[in-house]
């Protein structure tokens, strides 16, 4: 009868709306299913960034700490943010000291224009600066002599997050070099002073300083004897020999003594 058709289309009906029920509740478990296997993919990913960012970040260290020239990283605002053993050393404080601490307060003598120049650059105002920083080393006192190159760290977006600076020991270059100004400036002292004949050779034999004592002598003027211009003013009977003997001695290294006229 008829009850039994209104029951057969209640019946169709919640048959209907349990199947699309189970149909809802199905697509949302595939959702979520697609769901953790996309938060799994990205967090394997995410180890992985982190794998690699480790391990850059352990070469960076192991660069750091064992460079032969001294490193370090600065923030916009001149505050040590990282640098190495060596240049901590050559501070004469230990890195701790360093840290989180801007450069004129860890090193008060730094000479301020370098400063100044290096703020620039971490604050992205400036680029590349390289000079020389010399004095007193902070702790021990001797004469220390650095090479510094200073360059802006960027994001790969160009956002300035500081500087970087690059510090190499050149004391014993600076040493040699004053050194050998000094010698320089006491044998042509020593040239002018004298009475006797005292000149420079290159390698080759090759006069290549003047001899104020021998131009006196001979009347010749410094581009006459220079180089071996000098034979030219030995008497001609002396000249072969004198000219034979001073090559054996170049080619020998060695002392010799000989006479000639002039």
Do not use: C, M
């Amino acid at each position: 009868g008829e009850s039994q058709r209104v029951a057969r289309r209640r019946a169709k009906t919640a048959l209907a709306v349990a199947l699309a029920r189970q149909e809802e509740l199905e697509g949302e478990v595939a959702r979520r299913r697609a769901v953790e296997a996309a938060l799994r993919l990205r967090e394997g990913e995410l180890v992985a960034a982190r794998d690699r960012a480790d391990e850059a970040l352990a070469r960076l260290d192991a660069f750091l700490e064992n460079a032969p020239v001294g490193i370090a990283f600065f923030d916009p605002e001149l505050r040590y943010e990282r640098i190495n053993h060596f240049l901590a050393a050559s501070n004469g404080k230990p890195v701790g000291e360093h840290l989180g601490r801007s450069l004129p307060e860890v090193l008060p003598h730094f000479p301020p224009d370098v400063v100044g120049r290096y703020r620039e650059i971490a604050a992205g105002r400036a680029e590349v600066f390289a000079g020389t920083v010399d004095g007193p080393h902070p702790a021990a006192g001797a004469y220390r002599a650095y090479q510094v190159t200073a360059f802006p760290v960027r994001r790969p977006g160009g956002e300035t997050l500081g500087a970087g600076v690059v510090v190499h020991d050149v004391t014993e270059q600076r040493l040699a070099e004053r050194r050998l100004r000094d010698s320089e400036a006491e044998f042509k002292a020593l040239a002018l002073a004298t009475a006797q004949v005292t000149w420079t050779t290159d390698a080759d034999g090759r006069v290549v300083d003047d001899s104020p004592s021998w131009r006196a002598l001979t009347g010749q003027t410094y581009d006459e004897w220079t180089g071996v211009g000098w034979l030219d003013a030995l008497h001609p009977d002396d000249r072969p020999r004198a000219a034979a003997d001073w090559r054996a001695a170049v080619a020998a290294r060695r002392l010799y003594r000989t006479e000639y006229r002039v």
